[in-house]
């Protein structure tokens, strides 16, 4: 469905809207111009009167209204939501349907960055070594290369169709 605004109800209140900040600008001016004729010299030099007609003038912009100019004709567009629902592929053997046979940057530091948490909570090592010294995120990375995690990664397609990958079959 596409809503279209009223472009001259838009274009009516953009010109009411800038008639009404001339008249205030006019009506600024013209006050400023009769309280400079109503005083005298000595009281324009005074600081304290400096300060608050600097007061008075900051109450008067702070009164404004800022309204936004804005001449873009804007459409919006809803879209009907697809309604999906997730299957299987079953592949034979050691085959891999979905995406590339290694596995991605984005799959690696997902599955790093969740064990390398696991880790640094105090979880059991899934390989044995020389573990004094070392961050969860090298040691994760190790238990990634050696292929010692007992993890399936799920690839989905857009139309639901999904395959869920052990970490066994993919390069690394």
């Given at each position: 469905?596409?809503?279209?605004?009223?472009?001259?109800?838009?274009?009516?209140?953009?010109?009411?809207?800038?008639?009404?900040?001339?008249?205030?600008?006019?009506?600024?001016?013209?006050?400023?111009?009769?309280?400079?004729?109503?005083?005298?010299?000595?009281?324009?030099?005074?600081?304290?009167?400096?300060?608050?007609?600097?007061?008075?003038l900051a109450r008067q912009e702070e009164t404004t209204p800022q309204v936004p100019v804005s001449l873009r004709k804007e459409e919006f567009v809803e879209y009907d939501e697809f309604e999906y629902t997730l299957r299987e592929i079953n592949s034979q053997g050691k085959e891999i349907l979905i995406g590339p046979k290694r596995l991605t940057r984005f799959e690696k530091a997902r599955i790093t960055g969740a064990r390398s948490l696991q880790i640094s909570y105090g979880a059991p090592l899934m390989i044995n070594g020389n573990v004094i010294g070392r961050s969860s995120i090298s040691l994760a990375i190790e238990e990634l290369e050696k292929k010692a995690l007992p993890i399936s990664i799920r690839?989905?397609?857009?139309?639901?169709i999904y395959q869920d990958i052990p970490l066994e079959w993919l390069k690394t």
């Open positions: 469905m596409v809503e279209e605004l009223n472009n001259k109800d838009i274009d009516k209140t953009l010109e009411e809207s800038k008639e009404e900040i001339e008249t205030k600008t006019t009506i600024k001016k013209l006050s400023k111009q009769k309280k400079k004729e109503s005083r005298s010299k000595s009281e324009t030099k005074t600081p304290k009167s400096r300060i608050k007609n600097k007061k008075v690839r989905t397609l857009p139309n639901g």
